[in-house]
């Protein structure tokens, strides 16, 4: 790991004392990133200023001093998937490629709040994937092997051992779906998203990076012919920018993108929505995930429960909330936690989501030379934002395709060599 | 409510039909390369906009109908040009 640069100029330095001067002095704080002036060239464009667009920026600034680089999004930082998710961060998948990338996200979670001196709030609370037939049981003990070879704290558990963790959820025998054991995975969590997105806004353009919120890209410029085909740059709706290296982190968005540069993706958008109830008393610690049931649900550090479930039956790129969505997610809580029956729900709302068929990545070149791409992060996309911000920076740094992301290359399509990373979960976290 | 205009059933609700997606004819396995397959397999146009598409009626003819969707406003009108989808 290369020496990190010091930031140029942080607006401000966070900290207890800092907090108590201004308290005092009664002033406000100062906005965590600056706005500059679009510049008509680039070094690097990055297109999405979501967790994956923000963390490539932020690496390629804070790792390789890369720092003539712009974010541009057409709505505001955290407007897509990054602001809408469940933010759930574990690393118990399948296969060993998935198992060891998410470890490495983790990892890096775990440190995020002192790289960024910003509090992302991540809470280390446990996380349960529950069995309710044998061959999900099978299932778990393959990823819970799987994921000790790898060095990921995962063990399969019993309902005597579930009921200690939660206490509320009816492991009786006598249910439709009865509670057979359950995949363990201490380490995992969940995180604030905000915070997230907002740190990585905030040290990126700390580095000089330029953020740019409410700048459509409408086009990309590709230059060349039989021989070979590379990216000049993007137009905006604010202007036409040059550039070098272009990177479309742009998720459910993200086949509309690749489209402009002349590059297909074998993505399809459906949306995912999640629902949040009224405040109560913690009650609940570990995030509880049933994939026989569609639902999974954590509770927040302010106490809304917060429940997540499997994208719409439909594709497209509608953020509407529908009421069969609530129908069946209220229908299938209750089936595992009787007792919230008088919670209300206060509100529920959808993101887009980026499905490959392979429920993995598409991460790294394209047929178009300097034109990369960081997508088809599905519905599991926000716990690989420093691991992916992380490689891509390298990427893009070395002009080498990093080990790690080697997997994920768009090519696996064409040589038939998909992933099957069935660890990413029928419900969508 | 979304309602999908069912040739045999008249308007029914979304929720009784099945998603079969954009939808292109079948290469022929005699004489389709690699390339052809792949598209077929996983290549979709993914428009932000109208779309042709099929769905299964599920829950009522069970029978394969073909509709123009447009995948911003979930407008449905039936297809325009006959042969496209299945
Ligand atoms: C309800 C829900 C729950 C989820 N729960 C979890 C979870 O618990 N754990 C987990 O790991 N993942 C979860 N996910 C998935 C996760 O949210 C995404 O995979 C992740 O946030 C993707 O981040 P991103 O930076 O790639 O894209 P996004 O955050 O979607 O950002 C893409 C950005 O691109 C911008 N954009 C699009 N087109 C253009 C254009 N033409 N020009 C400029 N800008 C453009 C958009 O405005 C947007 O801000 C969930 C998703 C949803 C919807
Ligand atoms: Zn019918």
Redesign the pocket.
Known sequence: MPTRPRPRRYPARYSAFSLLRHGLAGDHLVPAWRDRELKNSYDVVI???????LATAYYLAANHGITDVAV????Y?????????????RSNYLTPEGVRFYDRSVRLYERLAADLNYNVMFSQRGHLTLAHNDSSLRTMRWRAEVNKLEGVDSEVVGPAEIKKLVPYLDVSAAVRYPILGALYHPPGGIIRHDAVVWGYARGASGYGVHIHQN????GIDVAGGPNGRRVRGVRTDRGDIAASTVIN?????ST??AEMAGVRLPIQTFP???AVTEPVRPFLDAVVVSGSLHVYVSQTDRGELVF?ASVDPFAGYSMRGSLEFVEGLAGHVLELMPSLAKVRLLRQ?????DMTPDFSPIMGRTPVDGFLV??G?????????PVSGEAMADCVATGRTPDIIAPFGVERFAEGRLLGEKGAAAV?? | MILLPCPWCGPRNVAEFGYVGEAGPRPDPASAGPEEWRGYLYGRANPCGWVAESWYHRMGCRRYISVERHTLSNEVRPLATEGAGR
């Open positions: 297109i999405g200023g979501g967790v994956h667009g541009l999004d057409k709505g930082v955290g407007s897509g998937g990054s602001g809408r998710n469940t933010a759930i961060l700048t459509e890209v409408t982190c742009t998720a459910g968005w509309l993108v995912l929505q999640a997540g709302w959808a993101g887009l989501c960081d997508v992060w599905g519905t599991y996309g926000f716990k690989a934002g969508g976290h």
